[in-house]
């Protein structure tokens, strides 16, 4: 099953010719699926969801040879914990799928209807995107989530994985598509890249006459890389510095059990909070409980001039601080004055992510909420909830700190676009 | 009025620290926009209006000044057509602003609200792009239409118009400015650069640090230049290369009128129709009285073999023609066997704008609907109705023939992005 493809060391002649081809046979039959009915579709997500637990044993072979070669080339714990298929972790897979047959099928819904006064009517109804592309980095599981979503919502689907996934990514790719293709599903609607060069994603963000979108999914590095050679639209975010200022008014308890949710439930996350901001009528009093209070947890801390007046023993924030996604138990501190200089501070600094005030003051948190220019904004929460399961859409393709079509967590309604039609007797101008 | 600009001749650096300090004061200016009220917005719109009436002479005299200078450079009729004022168009240009009062507000909006379990609330709310940046040819209506509709949605605009028409839109944007911020509007929210230098578009399609979107209106030359050139989202048609379809069984002599219609109404718009496709079992019927018909109205006709075997006299169409957009009353005709070879010749040589099916047999009509992979497909209707006043939206921004965001007429709402408001009193994960 892993056998029939190509690996690296390919000709920049061949990578073309085999992106290009995927590319035309991905355009044709997202036309097919723009067409399919929900049944169809459900009906093809199930079949994958068999096949995989079918197929599990030749999966977790071609998850053993990219385990094996992670651990001759050093991979961390974490990595290799990333990149590793068992049996339960593949009945979840399967499961997932299953789950997305019972979400609402996002395309062919009239969004809107209006007769105008000469009698056309003009229907705004939802569809699919067409054909996109996914490029991420080492969790195999991505290749069938993203697969299944894609196909949901009517797309195609052209496949990008890690190059240490590449044989697990392969192997679930060719078993998912089979099956489907094997219960009618257009042949193209779902593929992966059947190769590990780099000059491949080159051609494949290029390829602007197929696809119409590029969702990457990874460490910040990947997407700027992404977004840098890419010709087609990219929806994305870079990472997320995500805020929580302390508002004089706030209930000090909950702010402290906030801030370590915040921090410490999953601090590798991107909705993971970085910076505190502190107001200062408060600092005086709350600074030191939190430090204790986060000290115990293991957090490191960094602060400015003021925070460190008050704990000298804490370490010092400087400028990159602020800019800086720790992705671990870290967490930078500084001190405002107004909730004006915490937006300005947030505005400035942030990515546009996730960010809370912990407030009693109805009207500070309204400001705080209109002014701070980020996806998703919080009042008396952690910033964790920035996930699409939290916010009840059932799945998540990704998130977005972009502002065009979609913004914060993308689920299948965001992986539609849409078209008029119009109705017409006649009509002329 | 026209004497503290900048014109051309400026260096490198001049322009880019001008262009920098204009998306400073831009990015600065969207912020308090977002905040802003439908009433301020409006106060500002009407004071825009009366300043334009009031300030009629210094703009006339401004545009003379342009219409000089073209007629020294021997711009066509047509052009100069396009870029003279007189007091009537500058009224209408008012009054234009006057109607966006009239619209409603698109921003701060609630799209959603749900109560999630753990009891967080969730407001999805509609909230302007930010910054937007329209570059645009000669008309200078649009500087005043463009400000106008970026503003009732709350954005801030820079505004780069055709270098005929530099005095025009400079004195137009300096009384629409300083009137509507007299009236409180903040200082930096509509602003046009003050220089024709090529270099200051280059400068302000890489200025995504303060630009959240670029949409370019002109010929496709001008749309190919910016979305090459651009780091910013770019929300565009390149061209309209419409088409027409007759199917057998059409109603014959409403379709004549339709394509009429379609081609001759006002030939040099995007949704004028450029190909017509025949269908097989009627052609030997129908194309002689179209083409006595369109004859009769000064149209030139250019046909496959297929139809010069009907009407020998008739001009071949090449490849070439396929792909064009006439701008004139010109039309190519193909001769095709059926409704899938209709939509795959429109699917592949159509721009993706705007395509109509003249039949009377709905299950044709519906497939048409579907497979069409256009922003505005229509069955038995001219297609000259793909325009933002016809879809009742009030007023007109541009139209996309993009996927994301936006397809088809923009009107305001579509210059809005949205963000998550979401309400907790200690939820944490």
Redesign the interface.
């Known amino acids: 099953m892993t056998e029939n493809h190509l690996t690296s060391g390919v000709s920049q002649e061949e990578i073309q010719s085999v992106l290009l081809k995927m590319g035309r046979q991905a355009k044709k039959a997202s036309?097919l699926l723009?067409?399919a009915s929900t049944e169809d579709k459900n009906r093809w997500l199930l079949a994958m969801a068999d096949a995989l637990e079918r197929d599990t044993d030749l999966i977790l072979k071609a998850n053993l040879n990219d385990m094996e070669t992670a651990r001759k080339n050093g991979l961390s714990e974490a990595m290799l914990d990333r990149l590793m298929l068992d049996p339960a972790r593949v009945r979840d897979i399967a499961q997932a799928l299953r789950h997305v047959v019972t979400l609402p099928d996002p395309a062919n819904r009239i969004l809107s209807s209006?007769v105008?006064p000469n009698g056309?009517r003009?229907d705004k109804v939802s569809v699919p995107?067409?054909v996109i592309g996914i490029i991420y980095e080492s969790r195999p599981n991505v290749t069938v989530d993203a697969a299944g979503l894609c196909l949901k919502a009517g797309n195609a689907v052209i496949l990008r994985g890690g190059s240490e996934a590449f044989h697990s990514n392969m192997a679930l790719t060719q078993c998912i598509a089979s099956a489907a293709e094997a219960a009618g599903m257009p042949h193209g609607a779902v593929q992966l890249i059947p190769m590990t060069d780099h000059a491949a994603v080159s051609v494949l963000l290029k390829m602007d006459q197929y696809l119409?979108?590029i969702i990457p999914r990874g460490g910040e590095r990947l997407i700027r890389m992404v977004v840098n050679e890419s010709t087609i639209?990219v929806?994305k975010h870079y990472k997320g510095v995500c805020h929580i200022f302390v508002e004089k008014t706030c209930?000090q308890e909950?702010s402290l059990?906030?801030i370590?949710?915040?921090k410490c439930?999953r601090p590798g996350t991107c909705n993971a909070v970085e910076t505190l901001l502190i107001h200062r009528p408060v600092v005086a009093e709350f600074l030191p409980k939190l430090y204790a209070y986060l000290k115990e947890k293991n957090v490191e801390m960094v602060g400015d001039a003021s925070c460190r007046a008050i704990i000298p023993e804490m370490g010092e924030a400087v400028e990159e601080d602020w800019y800086t996604e720790y992705l671990c138990k870290k967490i930078s501190i500084k001190v405002v004055e107004s909730v004006e200089e915490a937006v300005d501070h947030i505005?400035h600094y942030g990515s546009g992510h996730s960010d809370s005030i912990l407030t009693q003051d109805e009207k500070a948190a309204e400001y705080f909420?209109?002014?701070v220019?980020?996806?998703?904004?919080?009042?008396?929460?952690?910033t964790?909830?920035?996930d699409g399961g939290?916010?009840?859409m059932g799945a998540e393709i990704g998130i977005s700190t972009?502002?065009?079509?979609a913004?914060?967590p993308m689920g299948l309604p965001e992986l539609t676009?849409?078209?008029?039609?119009?109705?017409?007797?006649?009509?002329?101008?």
């Open positions: 036309y723009a067409n209006t105008r056309l003009i995107i067409g119409s979108l639209p929806i209930d909950q059990k906030i370590e949710n915040a439930q505005n909420l209109n002014l220019d980020s996806a998703a904004v919080y009042v008396n929460a952690s964790r909830f920035t939290e916010f009840g972009d502002k065009l079509h913004r914060g676009s849409y078209k008029y039609k119009i109705y017409g007797n006649g009509q002329i101008r």
